[in-house]
């Protein structure tokens, strides 16, 4: 009996040696000697990862420098953004002002040209006049003259029609 259960025994391990064989094994981890070799090796390992540190902190801090620059050129943009458009709205309101002048300007310089040619018409009309004046004071001075001459005539007509009839007033 004990033979058989020595060969069940042997079976046993037998069949779960080939289980073992046939099911897939997971990745095998280093032994103790590699391990006591990792050990050793820290320093170097330490070395590198301060080195690591050190380097990404030398990023860190030149993206830090130049995030900073970013945010300083960010706010001189806006702040000069702001000036330009208190400068935009300083020409804005004079633009305003000067258009508003310049219709004061185009009215003013139409009501004396409406002026200017009132006066100009007002002119021709007291040269016109004056000129009709001088022509009515001239045919009139005309008629004068010509009415005393024509007096004149009429009375030397009548002095000498009455001096051959008879005597005159004297004589």
């Not at 094994?25 to 320093?43: L, T, W, Y």
């Not at 620059?69 to 953004?81: D, P, R, T």
């Not at 004056?130 to 004071?137: A, D, N, P, R, V």
């Not at 001459?149 to 005159?168: D, E, F, I, N």
Request: aromatic share 10%.
């Amino acid at each position: 009996m004990m033979r058989s259960s020595i060969w069940k025994i042997l079976i046993f391990t037998c069949l779960i040696s080939m289980i073992l064989i046939a099911a897939p094994q997971p990745a095998v981890h280093a032994g103790f000697f590699s391990q006591i070799r990792d050990i050793f090796k820290a320093p170097e390992k330490i070395n590198e990862l301060e080195q690591h540190y050190i380097e990404a902190k030398e990023e860190l801090g030149a993206q830090q420098q130049k995030l900073e620059e970013s945010a300083k050129a960010a706010e001189e943009y806006a702040l000069k953004q702001q000036e330009l458009f208190e400068q935009n709205e300083k020409f804005r309101q004079q633009n305003e002002q000067l258009q508003k002048q310049n219709e004061q300007l185009i009215a003013q310089n139409a009501d004396m040209q409406a002026e200017m040619v009132r006066m100009k018409q007002e002119k021709q009309s007291f040269v016109s006049k004056l000129i009709y004046t001088f022509i009515i004071i001239a045919a009139v001075f005309a008629a004068y003259i010509v009415s005393i001459r024509v007096w004149r005539y009429l009375v030397w007509r009548k002095q000498r029609s009455t001096r051959g009839r008879g005597r005159g007033i004297s004589g």
